[in-house]
């Protein structure tokens, strides 16, 4: 039912307006990290001039004194850490769910649900006292641990929702086909499970990337705090000034990347997000 | 039993137990010790003093006010962004769903405040209504004045709008879901019965949207009401604006008063246990249908 | 109750295809209208363009006395029965059938006795409370039509509405079908790509092909006097057999022999041809008796296959032949093998087949006597695909 020209009219209006929804905060940060220090509190979306102090100031000092280069690292690590491991619980679980017939299938599908509504916050005092306990205050392990617990829900839903689409026979088929179970698997099933499987380690990534209860809650320094921790301690130029310039600067470092990663990868995580609501 | 389901279980079961051994370590064993120490007294600054003292923690919060404006600060927020969230997410998911062109680049515009770190999400809002250095002032209509985190609802005004910014989207996403599921030719058919656009969207779309609805809304809500790091960034809570979980952040963790920060988590635990009751059993939700949130 | 005339009317979609090609229609006010053609034809789309469903390009389209283009389908006062049935899922029956009216503000009394009234005449009346997803196909099928039924339009639009039941309930609501529009009188364009269909339901029917309306007769007229080509494969099953001919001093000369053509045929179509001959108008030689001596050829063939359907007898066979140089039937031949996936050609050779009567004793590798009729021969020019035989009576848009 095209009315043609008005509904492109309407639509591209309807798009714009989206976009620019989306876009003006990320537009903002980059605007103020690229204001020179001073210029910072002139109030101005565009900046009247442009300078890279800010970002100088972020690396300022190499890896141990600069505020920010240590806790990108402990932020990517972790992130990625967290990413392979979640992955590979949760592809073992979905593939026993979508394929195997056992008692407790529900119930495991529930119990994750239950973990996704769970509030974090309930779990940061005991996490506190027994980290301190068992000496993972303050590391990577002791954020790692956590972060698994309340990604895996996610990933195994998505990785259900995709394994369920597989069409299992095919691994038979191509044993018909002379193949050994082995190369059936690795030939025909895991192509085929490849692109679930990335698109619930972005989505993992993502958490894992984006937690700040844990990160204040569970470190107290450079060797386990992750950038979104990091942020709210960063200090300015004095101790009368607002960091704004080198948070909006290191802001813009952690966004950048996951913008060209959104924008390449936009069609998968849409399907991640939204094959479990629709096939259940 | 054959041998073959026998041993198609214990594979099961065992390809399944790391994930589920790791998802109930930091669950099911914390929020146990949480209740523990909710019922002692715990404060790390005092380790000599101790003790079990039943539901003192308890009656201690319940009865603070402290505790009550920050359970209203979290409902109306939660209230809040929910309700904006639905009629939002709703129009965008309309616009996704029907794009003629362009949909790599609104699915990226739309995924962009979900990729962001929530964080630095808080800081460009809070940066942008700052008096001195944000933009927000010198907008047209807007006093060059105004002190927007030196008062309670306007404070409340700027987290709104950010928590609203960044996920609005996935509840969108959410919405679209529910949406692909209507087959195109029920609207032919109500066009041909004479339904106008509006109609179509009351009696046709919204019935069929309801199951996502209600799974949207509930997850919507219990994210909504775990709220914290948003305010933490932008007011820290200052200006009446605390929220429960910045309460039990800020009793464990900064005043390492165990006993009681832990009272806080139970009770937290139980107000989202009970929204999530409401939601199933009062409204109806089916969770099969459903996803867990980011 | 409606006439619909269909002026010239033309749609081009946006990236520029063509779906319907200046298309002229005169549909009587009651009369049971097919569209037929296959895949891909603009059947649809025409039928899709009468509701309002789709933008006119071009032309003018006539509802009644009133030019339709730019009204909304709901105020053309049309019923449409989709071919998925497009029923509500969450509306019962009884809903489902008087959405239409409670839209239109129709006093709630009335909408119950309509609905109540279009369930009898359906035999729906058991399930009027129940939801479609708990109803059998041809339930739903039914009800996709006591919607269209409710609203007592000026006319009935379905859309393969039979398409998605198996073949015994398709043939029976084909009869269902027929019989209410025989007593309800209303206008109905009917859409399909069963030529079946088409022929036993329809007053009149429309043959269309990319686009294009080819012929518009009655079925038996579509049958005897196919217009060109496309018309004479497209109706009839098995399709007609096409083989090359040669027409010279009043005479054709076909693979399976050499014929005497009547005055009408042939007179002054010398050269190549495409001959059509349909399998009815074989017979086994054996029991023709004294007819091969009066016309038509007698010919030996090898039967590569026999189909023996208890009331009929399909006998597959092939002749030597060349081929024939011609686009349209080679576009037929294509789009026969699109549908089926059954190659029909081999080199040098023309594959045939004869309906004969069941008691024929000719089996498969038998080398057997056959006669074709050759009175019932259409020659198509090969280049055009126009029927020569024939003087035009089949068309009547």
Known sequence: ?280 | MSARTRSERKLAWMLCAPAVIAMLAVTAYPIVYAVALSVQQVDLRFPEEGGFVGLDNYTAVLGSQLWWTDFFNTVFIMVTTVAIELVLGMAIALVMHRAIFGRGVVRTAVLIPYGIITVVAAFAWQFAFSPDSGFVNNLPLISDEMDWFGGRFSSFAVIIMAEVWKTTPFMALLLLAGLVTIDNQLYEAAKVDGASAWQRFTRITLPLMKPAILVALLFRSLDAFRVFDTIFIMTRGAQDTESVSILGFNQLISRLNLGLGSAVSVLIFICVFAIAFLFVKGFGTKLEEGRPGA | MAEIVLDGITKVFPDGYEAVKDMNLDIADGEFMILVGPSGCGKSTALRMIAGLEDISEGELKIGDRVVNDLAPKDRDIAMVFQNYALYPHMTVRENMGFALKLAGVDKGEINSKVEEAARTLDLEQHLDRRPANLSGGQRQRVAMGRAIVRDPRAFLMDEPLSNLDAKLRVQMRTEVARLQTKLETTTVYVTHDQTEAMTLGDRVAVMRAGVLQQVATPAELYDNPKNLFVAGFIGSPAMNFMPGEVSGGKVKLPIGEADLSEEIGRGHDGQVVAGLRPESFEDAELIGDLANERGIVFEAEIDLVESLGSDLFAYFHVESEGVQSDQLADVIADRLEETGVPEQREGQEQLVARLEPTSKVKRRDTAKLWADTAKLHLFDPESGENLTGSGRGDQS
């Open chain 1, 1 to 280: 039912m095209e009315r043609g020209n008005r509904d492109y009219a309407l639509w591209s209006i309807g798009i714009v307006l989206v976009l620019i929804f989306a876009l003006v905060p990320v537009l903002w940060l980059i605007s103020v990290s690229l204001k020179p220090p001073e210029a910072v509190t002139d109030g101005r979306f565009i900046p009247s001039e442009f300078s890279l102090d800010n970002y100088k100031s972020l690396f300022e000092g190499g890896i141990d004194d600069s505020p920010f280069i240590k806790p990108l690292i402990n932020s990517i690590g972790i992130a990625l850490i967290t990413t392979v491991i979640a992955i590979t619980l949760a592809a073992f679980t979905a593939y026993a769910i979508a394929r195997l017939e056992f008692p407790g299938k529900r119930l495991i599908l529930a119990g994750a649900l239950a973990i996704a509504m769970f509030p974090p916050i309930s779990t940061v005092g005991p996490l506190f006292d027994m980290w301190r306990a068992l000496g993972l205050y303050d590391t990577w392990l002791g954020l790692i641990i956590p972060y698994l617990t309340f990604s895996l829900p996610l990933a195994i839903y998505v990785l259900v929702a995709f394994f369920r689409e597989i069409p299992w026979e095919l691994e038979q088929a191509a044993q018909v086909d002379g193949a050994t179970p082995f190369q059936a698997f690795t030939k025909v099933i895991v192509p085929l499970a490849a692109p679930g499987v990335f698109t619930a380690a972005i989505l993992v990534f993502i958490f894992a990337w984006n937690d700040f209860l844990f990160a204040i809650s569970l470190t107290s320094s450079d060797a386990s705090r992750t950038v979104p921790a990091a942020l709210a301690f960063f200090t300015g130029e004095s101790s009368f000034t607002q960091p704004t310039g080198s948070i909006a600067a290191a802001a813009v470092v952690v966004t950048v990347p996951i913008i060209v990663f959104v924008l390449f990868f936009q069609r998968r995580i849409v399907a991640g997000l939204t094959s479990g609501a629709v096939k259940g």
